[in-house]
């Protein structure tokens, strides 16, 4: 049976306007989300992570120009199937069709998502009856759901309570319920458990697999943590200065990588075997993309670079039906590089340990 498709990106293009120049985020991204799944978009810090799903939601800082490119929302109204490109609708109708009712998004901090002068309560029920047009009393009723869902223990007594009164694990929560509250097809996570300690980080983790069985969501989540994709992801999405630089299943990703950006954030992962000390760093910084691109934008930091990698940029080439990679490596004229000795070790660890979400 074929998968439905439920979001997809084609040759997204994003530039930033700003006091030093152009800087040219986001630089042809296509991406397909489907129905059920969860993809995860993994980079460093500035890699257009965060860029790509907030152009999703239609919240850019204001100052962007989307220079090429489609975001193709598809959802069902009643008994029809409604197709929209969501770069074609006003904020304005983002915010009353779309953001939070459909389409909803869990941020990295809960302290500054949270609104510190509304209750719990409160702050769950506002998107029940601005979207779904509920009585405060329906809207409390499925608020006191939510937060018992998303594992808050007392909800009708938290529901009384302000942010600035809960844990950050509990906080974190309260922002799932929020952005669960209106059923959305799609749900975004922006590293949603970065402030949080490893052992709430596992729990929130878990939360949101657990719920997206439940409901049959679609998720992105967007992490520069490998051992986080892992534990939730079923495709992965590696971005490098705007772009994707290698896509597939997360086993794929993990057992089978092709792109030396992609060894090296698989090498850089801790481990418990790991001498202290030994952790891999890759070589050099991101490219500052005030700058032209030429050629590929990880060459100067590329051990396995070939000449060609400095003229022209590589185009996605495929090595099964959903893996693909760019890099030059893969053309057929390339030299045979094998990937480092220590990151197939490290492999073989994993696919003993097995331990990717079931």
Known sequence: MEKEVVLQIENLSITFETSSGQVKAIRGVDFTLYKGDTVAIVGESGSGKSVTVKAIMGILSGNETVNSGSIAFTYRRGEEVVHEDLLML??????????????????????????????????????MTYHLKMTKGEARARAIELLELVGISEPEKRMKNYPHQLSGGMRQR?????????????????????ALDVTIQAKILELIRDIQKKLGISVIYITHDLGVVAKVADYVAVMYAGKFVEKGTTEEIFYDPRHPYTWGLLSAMPSMDQA???????????????????????????????????????????????????????????????????????????????????
């Not at 069709?97 to 809960?110: E, L, S, T, Y």
């Not at 309260?174 to 970065?194: F, K, M, R, S, Y």
């Not at 670079?305 to 693909?324: C, G, Q, S, V, W």
């Not at 990679?325 to 990151?343: D, G």
């Open 90 to 127: 006003s904020k304005k109708e983002m915010r009353r069709r779309i953001n939070g009712k459909r389409i909803a998004m869990v941020f990295q901090d809960p302290m500054t998502s949270l609104n510190p002068t509304m209750s719990i309560g409160a702050q769950v029920m506002e998107g």
């Open 174 to 194: 309260v922002v799932i319920a929020i952005a669960l509250a209106c059923n959305p097809e799609v749900l975004i996570c922006d590293e949603p458990t970065t």
């Open 276 to 358: 202290e000390g030994e952790l891999y760093t890759i070589p050099g910084s991101p490219p500052n993309l005030l700058n032209p691109v030429t050629g590929d934008a990880f060459a100067v930091r590329n051990n396995y670079a070939l000449n060609i990698d400095h003229r022209m940029e590589p185009p996605m080439f495929k090595i099964t039906d959903t893996h693909y990679a760019s890099t030059w490596l893969l053309h057929e004229k390339a030299p045979r590089v094998e990937m480092p000795l220590q990151l197939k070790q490290r492999i073989e660890a994993m696919k003993k340990e097995a331990n990717f979400h079931g």
